[in-house]
């Protein structure tokens, strides 16, 4: 779900809740410090407010009032295990990284906007936490480079990536999988989905057979009851004829969820 929440806790926890109802397995939010991940030339750019449809607001006070903080990661965490669903985050810099520890996530996520930034890298492995590699925006030789870099991280994934929201299915480059799958052997691939179609997502489940991300389109001039019935759909759907894809696979004890 990233940032969809639009920094209301009620709204996590119902974007949580149809995630848990369709059967997904794992939700994704993103932690940032804002001044520390924002750069300083930005913060001060305008930007449309998602809350007040009229006006305009600053980036880094944009980046602020999206973010979470321990108040609410902690009902997160109390709430996802009250209702047996995993979760964790993308992490954008050092700081938030040891942020999450004490969640103790089953994994990481660096974002594909920092899968050059080693210093973050090597953090996220000095901890112990299984990494998970995004590669959109990224050029071959970055991600070969940077799953070298982790070589001592026996757990880490990587998934192939389009960086724009939403990505269009003719630039999605499904291939890369397979191209990611036999130049780095010994590493799992997987795709993080940005598209607005289950198709792309149900392909990449087949031949990398490995969880694909969803993403909930952010909303800034819907009424949330109404995306939120949408992406409860979209998701629904997705998940269905991904489980079908997979049990037709023919790949012994491969889930389908």
């Avoid at 209301?8 to 001044?35: C, H, T």
């Avoid at 006070?61 to 902690?74: A, N, V």
Wanted: proline letters at 6%; charged letters at 20%; aromatic letters at 10%.
């Amino acid at each position: 779900m990233g940032i969809n929440h639009q920094g209301s806790l009620e709204y996590a926890f119902a974007l949580i809740d149809m995630a848990k109802n369709v059967g997904a397995e794992w939700v994704k939010f993103q932690k940032r410090e804002p001044e520390v991940s924002t750069p300083k030339h930005m913060w001060d750019v305008q930007r449309d407010s998602i809350w007040d449809y009229d006006k305009t607001i600053s980036y880094i006070d944009y980046r602020r009032r999206i973010e979470f903080g321990k108040k609410e990661y902690d009902a997160i965490d109390k709430y996802c295990r009250q209702i047996g669903i995993g979760w964790f985050a993308s992490v954008w810099d050092i700081e938030s990284a040891d942020f999450m520890t004490q969640y103790w996530p089953p994994m990481m996520k660096v974002p594909s906007a920092h899968l050059t930034n080693y210093s973050l890298l090597d953090h996220i492995n000095r901890l112990g936490f299984p990494i998970v590699l995004s590669t959109g925006m990224s050029t071959q030789e970055e991600i070969i480079k940077a799953s070298r870099f982790l070589d001592s991280q026996p757990a880490t994934m990587v998934m192939h990536c389009h960086s724009a929201y939403p990505a269009p299915d003719a630039e999605l480059g499904l291939h890369m999988i397979g191209t990611l799958g036999a130049t780095l052997a010994f590493v799992p691939i997987g795709y993080s989905s940005h598209s607005t179609s289950p198709f792309p997502a149900l392909y990449a489940a087949v031949i990398s057979l490995l969880t694909a991300h969803f993403l909930v389109p952010i909303i800034a001039h819907h009424s949330k009851s109404t995306a939120l019935k949408s992406s409860r759909e979209n998701l629904s759907g997705l998940v269905s004829v991904w489980g079908m894809a997979v049990k037709r696979s023919g790949i012994p004890n491969c889930p389908a969820d």
